[in-house]
């Protein structure tokens, strides 16, 4: 299912400035979009090792969002755990067209 989330990336960037991350309900599931100095990325909201929520988590300049509960790193470009200690983030695909920003879910 694709979803349009903004109707440009300018609103897109308004509304989650660099270096911070919203949640986003599709279908009553928890999703993250998160605005990292490499652009947009979208991933589950939930961390895979014990399911706290990543809204709170920080981003770092390796391109990775640390969850706030056990200070996993995960990169956002492919999802992976950086210490290997637990299971990868489900990362989904996102675009940026002419009329809006979109992810497929």
Known sequence: MIVKLFSSEEEAIQEVPKGTTRK??????????????????VSNELCPHQRASLVKGT??????????LHEYRFNLKTGAEASNKCGSLTLYQIAVKSDGLYIEI
């Open 24 to 41: 986003l309900v599709v279908k009553n599931k928890g999703y993250l979009l998160i605005h990292s100095n490499n652009g947009f990325s």
């Open 59 to 68: 981003l770092n300049n390796f391109n990775e969002i640390i969850c706030p």
